[in-house]
């Protein structure tokens, strides 16, 4: 039965994999079990995180993108990170409405995930996602955030390629990208372009474009000018040049060197996601919090709090 | 000879604060066990972090600021965090020339700090040495950084009040300033001010200021309006200004009950900060990069390495 699962993995059976990460996400041993195992079978797939404001319209450029990519006759995987979903322990398929055009293609496997909790959340089980349906033989794995919360950022450690998505007509909206996605974005898009303000939403995206360039902490791959894009995706605009830009740019990732080097830094925060996970739920308990009310209260030291939060952790020793 | 040592820090004796402060950079444990005894004395000073891109001129406007504070009959403590210093196992008194003026105020007590390393550094002494200026009795208490680096961001945990020091003629210098520090200032100083391309460098700044107004994750004190301010600390313009906007900053917070909540913010990252410390230097080992070289490398998977990670933290478990 687990044989049959993994086996079905690596075959790219959609029910196996769909099963697997419902594994991922309810924290069933067998999940990580199956990642164990698959894992050599890993390492091929692009993961393109797809993030910006709330009301971007990331969600239907998502859909646009899959279309086009399909057309191209690759395959392609979908991690929908939804926040608000009401989470029913596990993923559940074909919830979106809008993606009911892909539903019977079988090049498209797309889930919606929970985050559950702020702890880790993305890291923990989309890190996993993305290892099940790289094993899986998809070409493309899409991961699109709502873009709100510290998983805006985890997805930068995730992603091969980053799109960031921005929309006129909500004032100074690039203030609503965080800073440090407007520092990680490889890509650039301003979607609804067909709206009022589209000339100033461009002009401020190019400022901010201009002002990051010495200021990046990741240098852009040799030969890689981040492309600010314009789409309107509800009237299929654009999908053809966001297509062109995130194969150009893992053309450029490879010939750099940056994929490997962009897989090792996905890998190692993977691991990192999982000891914080483990450490956080040691220590994210009623007693941890007493703990921390206790300092704050300034009823005990910092270092006391220290040692009692470690010793909650199951790490003891004396601080120095 | 220890209870000397805990006697003078409450009785404002430098000789005894220097001393401690030395033990917690050295890790001596005796910096962590004077904490713990004069931690019920502390929370009464405001802690002022300065901050902003290298050549701004930090250290002449924060001695600026230090006379005008005295002029007030304020007592003021200055930790200088300066990463370049050749760190010789302590805080080195009196190596700053330019801070010579007041060498021989007994209301004025400066140190210059290195940051020995990148782990925590600035959170765990510097922490520590702002408790011990505070149980000193001083009112303020300033820390400044290089502005490079994690510091910057840490500062502002550490700091009830964050001030961001910018100048003209870096071209489109507001890029230099880390976009998590243009969120979090709450008073803003242009030095330098009597410099070509100043207008343009506040205008740059009005900008900002006003793109962050919606994007701040921690709102202003209520009745606090982030001022922006201007300064040539060579010629000794804008010291009153400067002084002013830290003190009514002060009353803000009071008024408003964010001081508090400022202050157990403080001590919370304290805590958190000893606690990663500690759990760092457990796993920041050659067999620890030897795992994570071995996950980048796809030979183990990430569970398993994170099991390796977590083992040789001391804190075993099977990762589910």
Known sequence: MFDDIVAGVLAGKVAAGARVIRWLDDRDPRGSAV??????????????????????????????????????????????????????????????????????????????????????????????????????????IIVETVGVGQEEIDIVHLAHTTVIVGVPGLGDEVQAVKAGLLEAGDIFVINKADREGYLATHRQYEMMLHLRETSRRNPDPAGWSVPLLRAVAQNNEGGPELADAILAHLDALEASGAFARRSATREREHVLGLVRDHLMRRSLTAESDAVMAQVEARLIDPYTAAEKMLALIGTGGKLK
Chains 1, 2 share one sequence.
């Open 35 to 140: 990642v164990r195992q698959i894992f050599p079978a890993t390492g091929r797939a692009q993961i393109v995180g797809i993030t910006g404001p709330p009301g971007a319209g990331k969600s239907t450029l998502t859909d646009m993108l899959v279309a086009e990519l399909r057309r191209r006759e690759l395959r392609v995987g979908v991690i929908a990170i939804d926040p608000s979903s009401p989470f029913t322990g596990g993923a559940i398929l074909g919830d979106r409405v809008r993606m009911a055009r892909h539903a019977l293609d079988p090049g498209v496997f797309i889930r919606s995930m929970g985050t559950r909790g702020q702890a880790g959340g993305l890291s923990r089980s989309t890190h996993g996602a993305c290892l099940i349906l790289d094993a899986m033989g998809y070409d493309l």
